[in-house]
């Protein structure tokens, strides 16, 4: 799998976070992937997860912070980050999710 992440708002922005993380036991629990800071315009990153026996489901997550712009600390769809109320919570900023059952 790989995660890619950019802007092009130019005026100094850049990616400055990138974090992704994957569960095998339905998100009770959660393996770090990458946690990268201060990437520049563009970022992509591939990994290897080992996927386990036929039937298991994996839900990967993945979310990214811009920074250095004019529109200060945004998230991919250029809402406003709340560091203190929102980061700790996967479901804000926006994060994307994915589910892949194994065969």
């Given amino acids: 799998m ?3 992440a ?4 130019g005026q100094g ?5 990138l974090q992704a993380e994957y569960s ?3 998100g009770k629990t959660w393996i770090a992937l990458c946690y990268l800071d201060n990437l520049g315009a563009m970022i992509k990153r591939g990994y290897t997860v080992k996927a386990g026996l036929a039937e298991t ?4 997550r993945v979310r990214a912070a811009f920074r250095g712009g004019l ?3 945004v998230d991919y769809s250029g809402s406003a980050i709340r560091w203190k109320d929102s980061w700790l919570n996967w479901e804000q900023p926006p994060t994307k999710v ?3 059952t194994v065969k």
């Fill in 57 to 60: 489901t994996l839900r990967m």
């Fill in 24 to 26: 095998s036991d339905d």
């Fill in 6 to 9: 950019s802007t092009d708002a």
């Fill in 13 to 17: 922005e850049y990616v400055g976070f």
């Fill in 2 to 4: 790989s995660f890619t």
């Fill in 71 to 73: 529109a200060g600390d």
């Fill in 98 to 100: 994915a589910v892949v």
